[in-house]
């Protein structure tokens, strides 16, 4: 069994920062592609950024130059520093990870239960 747990959410006025944590848990093999997603109220699910396990970045043109992905291997974790938070930044944010538990298994994406951030005055 796999888990995915993020922590950070919260409330933050326009122009703020926040930082999000997601901590993989349970029968882990190995990492690959982590990242972050984001929906807001009547919207579809969107890439906010990812991160394969050698550090490639990736960001969604929207989040380019304020939004930061990370991640520490030895702990399973995936971090997104964000700042100068704007309104369009409010949704439910969703940490993914493929992980695979076995040497022979192919990888599972897997997904976070979601943390909210709020990004109003």
């Known amino acids: 069994q796999v888990q995915l747990v993020e922590s950070g959410g919260g409330l933050v006025q326009p122009g703020g920062s926040l930082r999000l944590s997601c901590v993989a848990s349970g029968s882990i093999f190995s990492i690959g592609r982590m990242g972050w997603y984001r929906q807001a109220p009547g919207k579809e699910r969107e890439l906010v950024a990812t991160?394969?396990?050698?550090?490639?970045?990736n960001y969604a043109d929207s989040v380019k130059g304020r939004f930061t992905i990370s991640r520490d291997n030895a702990k399973n974790t995936v971090y997104l520093q964000m700042n100068s938070l704007k309104s369009e930044d409010t949704a439910v944010y969703y940490c993914s990870a493929t992980i695979s538990r076995g040497k022979y298994e192919l990888g599972n994406d897997y997904w976070g239960q979601g943390t909210q951030v709020t990004v109003s005055s």
């Open positions: 991160i394969t396990s050698l550090g490639r970045t």
